[in-house]
C-alpha cells in the first residue's frame, strides 16, 4: 500500500484538531483535550515543519510528527483518523512512518512516547520492533499520567 506524507496545511491542522474525536477511553486523544497541546497543533509557527498528513488512496488516514531530537534520533507522535482505529490498520500506518523517517532523517533510533492505559497501541509498537523502556509521568489533559518510552533500533530493522 501506499502512503503519502505532505506537510500539514493550516486548514488540515484545524480539521483534525476540532473533529478528529476519539471513543471512551481513547477520548485522551482528542486536541482539544489539552489546551496546550491543541494550542501548539494549531499554531503553524510552534507546528512548524514537524507535522505532515498522512494520505492513501487521496484520503487524509492520519497524520505524524518527526522531530530530531538528538543527532541520529527522531522523536514519532502519531494519529490514526479515529474511524480507522481498531481495524487493523495501525501496523502499516506506522510502518509507512519508519520508513518516511528512516528515509528523511537516516536516524539510528526512532522514539516515541505513549500513555500506559494504551494496551492497543503499544501491542502495535512493539509488533514493528519498538521495545518498552522507562516509564515516566507527564502533565497532559488536566492531569498527570503514566506514560512509556519505546525506541526503535533502525540498524536492526528491514
Not at 531530537?69 to 500506518?93: E, M, N, Q, R, Y
Amino acid at each position: 500500500m501506499t502512503y503519502d506524507f505532505t506537510k500539514m496545511s493550516q486548514k488540515q491542522a484545524e480539521d483534525i484538531a476540532l473533529n478528529w474525536h476519539y471513543d471512551g477511553d481513547y477520548s485522551f486523544y482528542d486536541m482539544e483535550a489539552d489546551q496546550e497541546d491543541l494550542a501548539e497543533f494549531l499554531d503553524v509557527n510552534k507546528r512548524r515543519d514537524y507535522y505532515y498528513v498522512v494520505k492513501k488512496e487521496n484520503e487524509i488516514i492520519g497524520f505524524m510528527s518527526f522531530i530530531e531530537t538528538a543527532t541520529s534520533i527522531v522523536d514519532i507522535g502519531l494519529g490514526l483518523k479515529p474511524k480507522l482505529t481498531g481495524h487493523g490498520l495501525g501496523l502499516d500506518f506506522l510502518r509507512a512512518g519508519l520508513n518516511y523517517a528512516k528515509t528523511k532523517y537516516k536516524p539510528q533510533k526512532i522514539t516515541l512516547s505513549v500513555a500506559i492505559f494504551n494496551k492497543r497501541a503499544i501491542k502495535v509498537y512493539k509488533k514493528a520492533g519498538f521495545v518498552e523502556g522507562r516509564a515516566f509521568m507527564q502533565n497532559t489533559n488536566g492531569g498527570s499520567f503514566e506514560f512509556i518510552f519505546m525506541e526503535f533500533d533502525c540498524s536492526s530493522s528491514n
